[in-house]
């Protein structure tokens, strides 16, 4: 092999290495002045949720699922994570758990926003 070869194979594999860092970062992106998750669903706040705690579990999860951590996701910048009642992770922005909703069919749906006058779509 060339020096030359083996050069692009060092850069290949060191991008390789840092891709798995890159997909643990941010759970989700700005689009349209509105949070949406990486498959471009809308993102939602709830009023009731207070001190870094989610009060939307069991049937209110099954509308509202919330944006779930997994292990070894880390936080940077206003992401952060919060724990359920029921011990798994949850992705919230400066604070406030994040969900979707489960009327939402495809990226881009706001049906939820203003729901009850509790639920509103999360702006950054």
């Known amino acids: 092999m060339t020096r030359h070869t083996l050069n692009w ?35 939602y706040t709830f009023d009731k ?23 070894g996701d880390a936080a940077e ?3 952060s994570q919060i724990k359920r009642n029921d011990g798994s992770m949850q992705w919230a922005y400066n604070g406030k758990p994040l969900y979707t909703f489960i009327k939402d069919k495809k990226g881009g749906d706001m049906t939820g926003d203003g729901m009850k006058d509790l639920w509103h779509v999360a702006k950054p």
Do not use: I, R, Y
């Open 77 to 79: 910048g206003k992401w």
């Open 9 to 43: 194979m060092a850069l290949f594999a060191t991008v390789a290495l840092a891709l798995p860092g890159v997909a643990v970062a941010a759970p989700g992106m700005e689009q349209g002045g509105v949070l949406v998750d990486h498959a471009g669903m809308t993102l």
């Open 49 to 71: 949720d207070a001190g870094g705690n989610s009060m939307c579990n069991d049937d209110c999860a099954k509308n509202w699922p919330p944006l779930m951590a997994k292990a």
